[in-house]
T-cell receptor, first 115, second 114 residues
Framework: AAGVIQSPRHLIKEKRETATLKCYPI?????VYWYQQGPGQDPQFLIS???????DKGSIPDRFSAQQFSDYHSELNMSSLELGDSALYFC??????????????FGQGTRLTVV | AQSVTQLGSHVSVSEGALVLLRCNYS??????LFWYVQYPNQGLQLLLK??????LVKGINGFEAEFKKSETSFHLTKPSAHMSDAAEYFC????????????FGSGTRLLVRP
């Protein structure tokens, strides 16, 4: 079965550079979530999109932005990278109807290292 | 504010022994509850979920969890641990009126001794 695809799997950037992380949800899923997991930490919610509109926002720095495109894939753009941005970034997708929401399926993550 | 607490950052059991990982939540509205497993450098895999149906939920790999509203708990159990169960386990909650985003507990690392 198709899963959530994230690219790239690994990314090394220097301080003050920019990075773009991509997420391709499971087909027919209309909701995308982004999470950040620092070393030894639990995943922290960053932002989510439903039907290409931002639906919720968490502890996402102003230096980060994201969007969901017409084909439902999503991109997380990170600028002015800092050492503290080094983390595993997860994307998850789900399908939401008016009654409920399926569980979120996670991608394998993108490991970002800022040097 | 809604939150999730996992008691014990590390749990060590012998192979074949009972696994019990504890999770308590704080919520003013009925939550959806989940257990995820994460192997090193891997993504999060759903073990099981509670969505207001049966209070005893069976998941993959022999795991199950029981929702106890009176105790605001959703503990994860497995009758007999296997070496392959060694991983990080996260309890998580979500709510319909919070866009279904997941709030995770701090995680419990399960160690299985031979």
């Amino acid at each position: 079965a198709a899963g959530v695809i994230q690219s790239p799997r690994h990314l090394i950037k220097e301080k003050r550079e920019t990075a773009t992380l991509k997420c391709y949800p499971i087909p027919r899923h209309d909701t995308v979530y982004w999470y950040q997991q620092g070393p030894g930490q639990d995943p922290q919610f960053l932002i989510s999109f439903y039907e290409k509109m931002q639906s919720d926002k968490g502890s996402i720095p102003d230096r980060f932005s994201a969007q969901q495109f017409s084909d439902y894939h999503s991109e997380l753009n990170m600028s002015s990278l800092e050492l503290g941005d080094s983390a595993l970034y997860f994307c998850a997708s789900s399908f939401r109807d008016i009654y409920s929401n399926t569980e979120a399926f996670f991608g394998q993550g993108t490991r970002l290292t800022v040097v | 504010a809604q939150s999730v607490t996992q008691l014990g950052s590390h749990v060590s059991v012998s192979e074949g022994a009972l696994v019990l990982l504890r999770c308590n939540y704080s919520s003013s509205v009925p939550p959806y509850l989940f257990w995820y497993v994460q192997y090193p450098n891997q993504g999060l895999q759903l073990l099981l979920k509670y969505t207001s149906a049966a209070t005893l939920v069976k998941g993959i790999n022999g795991f199950e969890a029981e929702f106890k509203k009176s105790e605001t708990s959703f503990h994860l159990t497995k009758p007999s641990a296997h070496m392959s169960d060694a991983a990080e386990y996260f309890c998580a909650v979500s709510w319909m009126d919070s866009s279904y985003k997941l709030i995770f507990g701090s995680g419990t690392r399960l160690l299985v001794r031979p």
